[in-house]
């Protein structure tokens, strides 16, 4: 970010939450957003459809794991502990302001999550595997 807003670099793709307080500060230019829909902390900023390259979407998303043996119970009782503080108006307008997007109430359990991580891995993995993409 810093070389972005320095002018040593002329772009770059990077989280809403890092890079939304430069685009309202007039720091940098947004283009678009990698999402189907305008985020709600820049609404101005159009999407990668409506920009001109329709597809491309790249979402960063945050969950919470636990070890697989973990009691159920346990797994719901956190659960749970999240839903409540992401049902909050203050967190949840603290998120949006800084560009992340919760998801909605149906999507917030441990099998909705499991379903999404699967749908990630299979959107990500052929592209991984195609590019010959390797851990250092």
Known sequence: MQDLVAGQIDMMV????????QVRG???????VTSRSRLP?????PTVDEAGLPGFYVE???????????????????NAA????????????RLSDVGQVVFPPEQL?????R??????AEKWW??????????D
């Open 60 to 78: 960063s998303w945050h969950g919470i794991w636990a070890p697989k043996a973990t009691p159920a119970e346990v797994v719901q009782k956190l």
């Open 109 to 113: 359990t441990p099998e909705a999550m």
């Open 126 to 135: 052929p592209i991984i595997r195609a590019a010959n993409i390797k851990a």
């Open 26 to 32: 007039g720091a940098i230019k947004a283009y678009a």
């Open 82 to 93: 999240v839903v409540q503080v992401l049902a909050d108006p203050a967190a949840r307008r």
């Open 14 to 21: 990077d989280l809403a939450a890092s890079s939304a307080p």
């Open 115 to 120: 379903a999404f991580q699967k749908a990630e």
């Open 41 to 45: 902390a820049l609404p101005d900023v």
